[in-house]
């Protein structure tokens, strides 16, 4: 903690009775000058500040306006049909606030008002049902913190590292506290026997907007987990969250999460709909498709330091902050890396994570000042230990662009700076 | 079930031809006539909705500007010292999004950069320390959620019921995931012996604005659970919550979670300042102040119905909505009465709450129209059982402001309407 000392451990005269006067005299041992921070009287000090009555619903303060989502012109050719990502590198803790939690759309978002909301559940049911917005607030609600990933995350990076920073190679996801009805419960309503004859069973889920985003799932999981949810961190679902209903498919990619969700329809197969055939499957070096592959795996990614939050304070002590996740339940480690994979120590990890949500991890060091290749790698309660990107590319060639769950590698120079690389 | 399966079960023609051509034949049984939301292709299905650029930091939908803090104009007669309401009453789960957390302000909220933050520690401490907010990035941190409470919530109750909606009645709360370095962790910077001399010591905390709010912490507690916080919900503290760096002081009162905190001062006793004694206390009958009243005790409010939420949907399943918190730890236990407390039924946890964190709960029930008389009271992991008004009055007499963690009661009548009572 030598080099921490000479930055914080700051002599100051011990004057009791000017702090009892609401001034302190302070002098940085340093920089052998007193900090006019400390010594004066400051502005914020002096005046009234702003009333309770000016923002009754606020907005960050301006010094934040770079924490906000961002997309990547060059990745697709309309905003409409489009992706933006979460700031990820600059956020902390393990919730995502929904103002810049990442969007996805295939035809923009929607305004679609609670009284034009209709949930329609058809097919293989005993009752087909119409479910007004009012009709779900009628039945029991659980709250669950999930983490929501979109399958494409991470997915520009298997032919090479191309993407500087946190935001963009892993912000497409985000991580929000859902209230809402578990799909079994209307299931249920509509005559469905769970125990019975629709163990085999698939249902279709249909968003709302133009583009009908559609997904099939199977039985086993819409009994399981699965929840129409209308509110996300407390209030409703922001609109291009899907407001005023869409789906939670806890651990399952972000595409099945259908918003604005308007029909459920239990179905004998799977639809094998455009989002599920030409769209959302990868192909193997072979040129076969992987099918049905849900699950997001585990996964993690430092923040920081990372492209956009570069080490400014000199060597010392470091925080390295990061989070990791996945789909098939609770991360129980992580390790980190300094040296690009050879060694590896284990990091702790914030505070316990939810099944099927992020967990921050930390890695409390002291930074020498020589280059780093800093590596991240989660694992699950199932076992599953995250793979190299070498590893990934030997099971699945380089024809995917989903489901890139490999350990990421920033390389951090002596100067702080960090960089998006791959070692091997 | 009965009266939900005439407003829900809705039978409409099995149509799955006309259903996968993206349109479907229905109509509402209960009122014999198709449902043009089901029957007609909507605008929203029509046409392209709004692209992931045109915001780059969220809000809430325009359907929802109703969801906002709100301020009581008689409560004080200046904004810049006074206090607004979390909408509790339109929220649910646990989570409190920052944009309508409630807000507190001696003298305005202001607005501090992290280039211009200073803390200092000084006092009976080996090394007087200034850290900048850099250095505290530099420090172990960690992560929890926690309630954080007016000390004069429920505070205008004391007299007889007043305040006609949760909001008001209740809504001086938020709970949020903090990310913070222990307050331990920089006395220890400082050269505190915590297992020396310093366990009968204070900490006297002081905030940066104008109003130099300070308070005195015994050592017990600042070297326990408390942090010096710079996230909330994963993302920088709001101005109005004391950006860039907040004092969290989990199950005290909120008064004690000195926003813009700039001083830490070690002291040999309490300093009694202003807002520890002719503030934030409460005189008895006789009255004779009571000392240290720092722990906010176990309390609850139904948040939904209440009078801002009344029953629209008429007879039937009604889902009854609730908080629940204590600041000596977990609620273990809430009942749900609606006979003004004759008979109580133990509610359903929506998710096991975290230590000194809001807890939801729900009683899933079928109203029969009857008038009701709704209460809750809650039960922590000490024992403690929350009291009546006329418990709490009989202890504390009426001269009270603070502190005030009755048993609340709800008048909901034949329509649904829900007013503000007492029951005795």
Not at 176 to 182: I, K, L, N, R, S
Request: glycine share 8%; hydrophobic share 40%.
């Amino acid at each position: 903690m030598d080099e921490f000392a000479k930055t914080s451990r700051r002599a100051f005269l011990r004057g009791s009775a000017a702090v009892a006067a609401g001034t302190v005299a302070g002098h940085a041992a340093a920089q052998g000058a007193p900090d006019p921070a400390i010594t004066e009287l400051q502005d914020w000090a002096s005046y009234l500040g702003v009333g309770v009555d000016e923002t009754p619903y606020g907005l960050p303060i301006k010094f934040e306006t770079d924490v906000v989502r961002r997309s990547v012109p060059w990745l697709t050719a309309s905003p409409i049909s489009s992706i933006n990502f979460t700031p990820i590198h600059a956020l902390e803790g393990t919730i995502t606030p929904q103002g810049c939690a990442f969007e996805r759309h295939h035809s923009g978002a929607i305004e679609l008002s609670k009284d034009d909301y209709r949930l329609m559940i058809n097919g293989l049911v005993d009752r087909p049902l119409v479910f007004t917005y009012a009709d779900l607030e009628r039945l029991p609600r659980e709250n669950h913190v999930y983490f929501c990933e979109c399958a494409a995350n991470t997915g520009m990076e298997w032919a090479g590292a191309q993407l500087n920073g946190a935001q963009f190679t892993h912000g497409m996801i985000h991580n929000m506290e859902y209230t809402g009805v578990p799909l079994r419960t209307l299931l249920a309503e509509a005559g469905l026997d769970a125990a019975g004859d629709f163990a085999d069973k698939w249902v279709y889920v249909e968003g709302a907007d133009a583009s009908s985003n559609g997904r099939s799932i199977p039985m086993e999981k819409a009994l399981d987990d699965v929840l129409v949810a209308f509110k996300a961190n407390g209030e409703a679902l922001r609109m291009e969250h899907g407001y005023p209903v869409r789906l939670v498919v806890p651990g399952w990619e972000g595409n099945m999460w259908i918003k604005w969700i308007r029909r459920i329809e239990v179905t004998d197969a799977a639809v094998e709909s455009r989002e599920e055939t030409s769209k959302y499957t990868d192909l193997h070096e072979d040129g076969v498709a992987r099918k049905w592959t849900w699950v997001m795996d585990a996964k993690s990614i430092i923040t920081s330091p990372s492209p956009q939050m570069p080490i400014t304070h000199g060597t010392g002590p470091l925080v390295v902050s990061g989070l990791a996740w996945s789909g098939h339940g609770k991360i129980t480690r992580v390790d980190v890396s300094i040296d690009g994979g050879i060694t590896w120590e284990t990091a702790r990890l914030g505070k316990q994570g939810d099944t099927k949500a992020l967990t921050r991890f930390y890695y409390d060091m002291d930074w020498d000042g020589r280059e780093m290749l800093m590596q991240a790698r989660a694992m699950d309660d199932t076992g599953y230990v995250q793979p190299t990107k070498d590893q990934l590319r030997e099971m699945r060639g380089e024809n995917s662009v989903y489901h890139n769950n490999c350990i990421q590698t920033w390389f951090v120079n002596e100067e702080g700076v960090a960089e998006n690389v791959e070692v091997s």
